[in-house]
């Protein structure tokens, strides 16, 4: 705020702006909710960002409580775990050459129910700390790639006010990641499963909304 009160400048072209009053620019932003493809694409990313608030909510009772994890271990799983969603987010743009966007995404989240099932598989046969821990990195990795693809995807698509996609992305994460963080708490601590099944669950709904949407084009154009 300070540095656009010192000057900043606007870098959208005055052609491509959005005139009149704020309140029009809201009513627009919502206008987009008439799309269901777009809504498909909003509720997909949320959940993922549901999944990953169900592992921050739980992580720390997780392998503190239930296994017995030192305050120390933890922060430095935790600090790996953090690492892991970085360089998930990193890869997807190493891979844009050779795979499409919208194929990384469908391949991404696939392969994350597969994990979150096996996670979930776990923690009803064998509550295993090290099949955890790699359980969950991979998840969390997984997590950082999808933010990348789904954000951009929907960052890419040919409507105007990309301010209130963002604003609709941003709700939809934090709505979504708010509403799984006291739920898996409610689910009880005294096992790892209530978060696996969270997360499975935020997972494979996602991936049911995205595969819905029958392969359409980060480039196509979606009406509002």
Do not use: D
């Not at 271990?73 to 997807?92: D, Q």
């Not at 954000?151 to 609709?168: D, E, K, V």
């Amino acid at each position: 705020m300070i540095a656009l009160w010192l000057g900043i400048k606007e870098t959208l072209p005055v052609e491509k702006r959005i005139t009149g009053h704020p309140l029009e620019s809201v009513v627009k932003m919502f206008g987009f909710l008439k799309n269901s493809k777009f809504v498909r694409l909003i509720l997909a990313t949320g959940l993922v960002s549901g999944g990953l608030f169900s592992y921050i909510s739980a992580s720390s009772f997780v392998f503190q409580n239930f296994f017995h994890m030192s305050v120390q271990n933890f922060s430095l799983l935790y600090a790996l775990n953090g690492i892991g969603i970085a360089i998930g987010s990193i890869i997807p743009g190493g891979l844009a050459a050779r795979f499409p966007e919208i194929i990384q995404a469908k391949f991404v989240l696939a392969t994350t129910v597969l994990t979150t099932i096996l996670l979930t598989l776990s923690a009803l046969f064998f509550n295993n700390l090290l099949v955890v821990i790699v359980l969950i990195f991979l998840t969390v990795t997984q997590f950082g790639m999808l933010f990348t693809l789904t954000t951009s995807i929907i960052m890419n698509l040919s409507l105007r006010n990309n301010g209130g996609l963002s604003a609709l992305l941003g709700l939809s994460q934090n709505a979504i990641g708010g509403i799984m963080s006291p739920l898996v708490g409610v689910m009880g601590s005294h096992t790892y499963l209530p978060m696996a099944l969270a997360i499975m669950g935020c997972m494979l709904f996602s991936m049911i909304l995205f595969f819905s949407i029958h392969g359409e084009s980060q480039n196509h154009h979606f009406t509002s």
